[in-house]
């Protein structure tokens, strides 16, 4: 069991650029020579997207700063992406999952295999993401100028945005819950988290020998904060690199307004509501299975059910779904019940 008592260490820290000032022309220097021989690998978790991921690899490949290899894990697809990827980017590594394992279990692929290749750090994406061309030089810089002051990086993460409204979806922290950052604290060049997407964050090539990889038993959902938890569990930081942006969408996402309120609605199909749930619930239970965590799992739930009554376009069977999975969670009846329809 995880420490149940894990609290965001990293407190919304923000990094000082009065420290990095301290440091001397020499290394500086010396950061700057080994961003610049540092080996990156991409790794994208497809799932028939052939029809979008050309965008993506495009835009890998236009890097200010070029990547050492571009990874795709195919996590069993029946459309052309395989086929797409062969013909048209026969430079991108394609490892082939049996069928669809998850997106845990694609990740541990991909993570693993570029670990396995010497690479010193790992840029993830779901495969409908768009990294701007200088994200990965963002992000090596902000190694460069974080790396150690605070505690060892185990992780770095860009800014995912949503392409049509602008609105960001920034890393979070973890107190019994995630909780969002303050609009100032991610206006900082350089900030720390507890929670990363899994798209978008770069994860170091030691966490995956120290710490291991993400879980499969997952599926969908919750896996790479699980992992982020164990990273830093661990001892290592989260970085936020507030230069490094990429567009992202969460699920079939419009804005939404009530009195008061604003946001985006992520429209998830039901079983993506039913790992949504089963994932956070097992989470809260048997991870962290605190008062403080239990009960941020419940209000949680009770507001995300009523955001399906309001805005869901299939009420009643993300709701089904829901209430299997909250079932579920309570049992650790995990692995994969159901798939993608």
Not at 239 to 265: D, I, Y
Request: glycine letters at 8%.
């Amino acid at each position: 069991m995880l420490n149940s008592n894990l609290q965001g260490a990293a407190g919304g820290d923000a990094f000082s650029p009065s420290t990095e000032s301290n440091l001397s022309a020499m290394d500086k220097t010396a950061t700057t020579a080994s961003a610049l021989t540092t080996r990156v690998a991409s790794v994208t978790v497809a799932y028939n997207k052939a029809h979008v991921l050309p965008r993506q690899i495009v835009a890998l490949q236009r890097q200010s700063r070029p990547l050492d290899e571009i990874i795709v894990v195919d996590n069993g697809s029946t459309d052309a992406t395989v086929a797409m990827l062969n013909a048209e980017y026969p430079q991108v590594t394609v490892l082939r999952m049996p069928e669809n394992l998850g997106y845990g279990a694609a990740w541990s692929a991909g993570l693993s295999h570029a670990a396995s290749r010497g690479h010193d750090w790992v840029w993830t994406f779901d495969d409908d993401s768009l990294p701007n061309a200088d994200a990965l030089a963002a992000l090596l810089d902000g190694i460069a100028s974080a790396d150690g002051l605070n505690g060892p990086l185990g992780m770095v993460a860009a800014l995912p945005v949503h392409a049509t409204t602008g609105r960001c979806y920034p890393p979070q922290m973890w107190k019994n819950g995630w909780v969002k950052p303050s609009a100032e604290l991610i206006q900082q060049p350089i900030w720390y988290a507890d929670l990363a997407y899994a798209s978008g964050c770069m994860v170091r090539r030691e966490v995956v020998e120290k710490v291991g990889l993400p879980r499969s038993d997952f599926f969908m959902d919750f896996f790479d904060f699980e992992y982020c938890l164990r990273i830093r569990s661990h001892g290592y930081k989260i970085a936020v690199v507030t230069a490094a942006k990429f567009a992202h969408e969460v699920g079939n996402a419009r804005e939404v307004r009530l009195p008061g309120f604003s946001g985006l609605w992520g429209d998830h199909a039901p079983w993506r509501e039913y790992y949504m749930t089963r994932n956070l619930v097992y989470a809260g239970w048997w991870l962290y299975p605190n008062l403080g965590t239990k009960t941020f799992v419940l209000r949680h739930l009770i507001r995300h059910a009523g955001g399906v009554v309001l805005f869901g376009s299939r009420k009643l069977a993300c709701l089904v779904k829901i209430g299997q999975g909250f079932r579920d969670g309570l049992r650790a009846k995990l692995g994969i019940r159901f798939r993608p329809t």
